[in-house]
């Protein structure tokens, strides 16, 4: 009872034996609970051998799920009883989901596996009374998919282990130079052609070495579809990515009159087999403006309103030189009277805020969007520190804090030479369990708008599923802490406790068959002798 993750606000237990799951054990499910009847059928029904068929409600020996409107939505409460079962009520069906999460932990590393390994053992659950809610209503993780795709399969596993942390927020970044993931119907040149390379730098960008496999891939609209509905049924919000006006070579590849064809031969661009950031930029046309539109008509219908209000737009890493060359920018920043390249970008943000608000959808952006005039109505994901969130709170803006000096989880977890490809500096599971999401010194109005928070994984050196396991567990439990679980004052975490914790922890990983980094440091496979990181020596900086 004492070893879940992420720690749960309030436990209580007599020490009476527990409550033993076995094949008379039934599943009671209340109006609106069926997502997580399904769910505890499918997962502790297979790990245990067990029917769960279902029973009325007052039965004993169930699992007994049902809403209480008293509790806060996402809220629940557990209790066992050795003479009646499990009783999960929740605010709503996420906060009985997440309570159905918690069973599954009390049950042991056993219920996280596919099928019994010990078929006749005790399944106990101890007597335990548990009162639990999130700190934050939005506790995300952005996944790159345009660096190094993943494979459908791989994404409904990324949004399990999500779920296992109770992580509702899954930020799908499917375009960028690297690849356009996503497919457009009324635009196939941007799979047919943007969703492939031919080869890929091996490493960091100064690294010497290349991949000459051809990377690419993409998601049918299918395959989305049954993403969105997967991660739906886990209580997962997607926010899906589209990257402009920056971040762009794979569509203007794909497209070349989308670039600033006065500047450079858009024609001779392939999709980008590097890394850093791109000086091929979209062009500020009319041509590039419904180019998009069309993009994100087809995104609003794989991506529903009631799954994902938010639609990301990138916003980031723009550089403004080829805007600053060409002739056709230049007329278009004077014809709509703006003053600088800057403007021109706010120009780009703001045309789209409007076109998804009319549509009942509200855009988010990295926090360059503040640059050149924050638009109205969008929320920031704040990524270069805390000032952009603060300036965009303190101006009443919704804000995600994602800090890249603490939750990034592209960067290594140790200075050891060891660790493969390293990339910036060393954030260690420590690190990330004592990220504050909210800084210190906001107003509480201000602070009414930090959202939550969210961990980025950035997929450059990440070419396979258990690399991304590597870097993303096990500090994604630590984050996971951080987003659900609240303070019991400012700045007091116990990490030694946390660790503590861990060390159960660790075998439900190892029962879910995630390759996370070792607390002893990467395992002989793990790592990569002689490729070049990119070491940043010394501290962060100060967010």
């Known amino acids: 009872m004492d070893n879940l993750i992420p720690a749960p606000a309030r436990t209580g237990g007599d020490g009476r034996r527990g409550f033993r799951l076995d094949g008379a054990t039934t599943l009671t499910a209340g109006p609106g609970t069926e997502s997580t009847e399904r769910w505890l059928r499918a997962t502790l029904g297979a790990a245990f051998g067990l029917p769960l068929a279902p029973a009325p409600a007052g039965s004993a020996n169930t699992v007994d799920l049902r809403i209480d409107s008293a509790l806060e939505p996402e809220a629940y409460r557990l209790d066992v009883e050795p003479d009646r079962g499990v009783r999960i009520a929740g605010g709503s069906a996420a906060g009985v989901f997440w309570g159905a999460q918690t069973l599954r932990q009390l049950l042991g590393p056993e219920a996280f596996r596919r099928a019994p390994v010990n078929p006749g053992a005790d399944r106990l659950v101890p007597v335990t009374e548990v009162e639990d809610g999130p700190r934050f209503g939005w506790r995300g993780l952005m996944l790159d998919v345009a660096r190094h795709f993943m494979p459908k399969d791989g994404v409904l596993r990324m949004l399990d282990l999500m779920a296992a942390h109770k992580l509702n927020v899954f930020h799908f970044h499917l375009t960028d130079d690297q690849g356009w993931r996503v497919e457009i119907k009324r635009h196939p040149r941007l799979t047919e052609t943007g969703a492939w390379r031919p080869r890929t730098k091996y490493g960091h960008r100064a690294s010497e070495l290349w991949d000459e496999t051809p990377h690419g891939g993409f998601y049918t609209q299918d395959d989305i579809r049954e993403i969105v509905a997967y991660a739906a049924e886990r209580h997962i919000r997607v926010v899906p990515e589209i990257d402009i006006p920056g971040h762009s ?229 630590a984050f996971a802490e951080v987003a659900w679980s609240r303070l019991p004052a400012p700045g007091e975490r116990d990490f030694a406790d946390f660790a503590r914790r861990m060390n159960t922890h660790y075998a439900r990983l190892d029962a879910l068959g995630v390759a996370y980094r070792p607390p002893s440091g990467p395992l002989p496979w793990q790592r990569r002798p002689g490729v070049l990181g990119r070491p940043i020596e010394g501290p962060p900086p100060t967010v």
């Open 249 to 477: 070579q794979a569509a203007i590849s794909a497209y070349p009159e989308l670039g600033n064809t006065d500047v450079i031969d858009t024609s001779a661009l392939s999709v980008w087999d590097t890394w850093g950031v791109n000086p091929n930029v979209l062009a500020p046309t009319d041509n590039t403006l419904r180019f998009f539109e069309g993009v994100l008509e087809e995104l609003l219908d794989l991506f529903p309103a009631d799954t994902s209000p938010f639609i990301h737009i990138g916003g980031d890493e723009c550089p403004k030189d080829q805007w600053k060359a060409s002739p056709a920018a230049q007329a278009r920043m004077a014809e709509a009277g703006l003053a600088d390249e800057d403007e021109l970008q706010s120009w780009f943000i703001r045309h789209f805020d409007r076109w998804l608000t009319a549509r009942g959808r509200r855009l988010i952006g990295w926090d360059e969007i503040l640059e050149g005039g924050l638009a109205e109505g969008a929320a920031v994901t704040s990524w270069r520190g805390y000032a952009g969130g603060i300036a965009a709170a303190e101006a009443g803006h919704d804000v995600v804090m994602c800090p890249v000096q603490q939750v990034y989880l592209d960067y290594r977890q140790d200075g050891g030479p060891d660790e493969p490809m390293p990339i910036g500096y060393v954030r260690t599971l420590e690190d990330v369990y004592r990220f504050e999401p909210v800084p210190p010194g906001l107003s509480e109005e201000a602070a009414g708008h930090i959202m939550g928070t969210q961990a980025n994984v950035w997929t450059e050196v990440m070419q396979n599923r258990d690399r991304v396991d590597y870097q993303v567990f096990p500090r994604l439990a």
